[in-house]
């Protein structure tokens, strides 16, 4: 289990709460598409994905942005049992999605690039620590199931 310090569940809960899960949820999974695109591989029900206009424009990238920052909230409401909170989703992602595991982490890289674009000055040094070590939490979660 991570420890937390009071002041890292701050910085957390204070960055999230700047965060539009809809519209940064669609911004991530956006940019996860286009730069890592062979991460699409997992979405072939998406529909068209063929570039990245497309896939900006695309309804279900949408949703699932904002599916997948919902979760992100759900384990920042639990941040003293992340691997509990998520443990469902890694079983689910492990056992029947059959994700790479390594997928989790390039997510959680552009996940910081979303916030560190939308923060700006906000998001310093000290504050992207905080969030290295969250999202470095949130894959050791979501790969549990993966070991």
């Known amino acids: 289990m991570v420890h937390w310090t009071a002041e890292e569940k701050a910085v957390i809960n204070s960055v999230w709460q700047k965060v539009d899960v809809e519209q940064d949820g669609h911004e991530a999974l956006t940019r996860l598409f286009i730069v890592y695109p062979w991460t699409q591989r997992y979405f072939s029900t998406f529909g068209d994905l063929s570039s990245p206009a497309a896939i900006a424009g695309n309804p279900k990238v949408h949703?699932?942005?904002?599916?997948?920052?919902?979760?992100?909230?759900?384990?920042?409401?639990?941040?003293?049992?992340?691997?509990?909170?998520?443990?469902?989703?890694?079983?689910?992602?492990?056992?029947?999605?059959?994700?790479?595991?390594?997928?989790?982490?390039?997510?959680?890289?552009?996940?910081?690039?979303?916030?560190?674009?939308?923060?700006?000055?906000?998001?310093?040094?000290?504050?992207?620590?905080?969030w290295e070590k969250f999202i470095a939490v949130l894959v050791d979660a979501l790969s549990h199931s993966y070991h």
């Not at 759900?74 to 056992?95: M, P, Q, R, Y």
Request: proline share 3%; charged share 25%; glycine share 8%.
């Open 63 to 130: 949703a699932h942005g904002k599916k997948i920052l919902g979760a992100i909230d759900n384990a920042i409401h639990n941040l003293d049992d992340v691997k509990g909170t998520l443990h469902d989703l890694s079983e689910e992602h492990a056992n029947e999605l059959h994700v790479d595991p390594e997928n989790f982490r390039r997510l959680g890289e552009v996940l910081i690039v979303v916030l560190g674009a939308k923060l700006g000055k906000a998001f310093s040094p000290q504050v992207q620590h905080v």
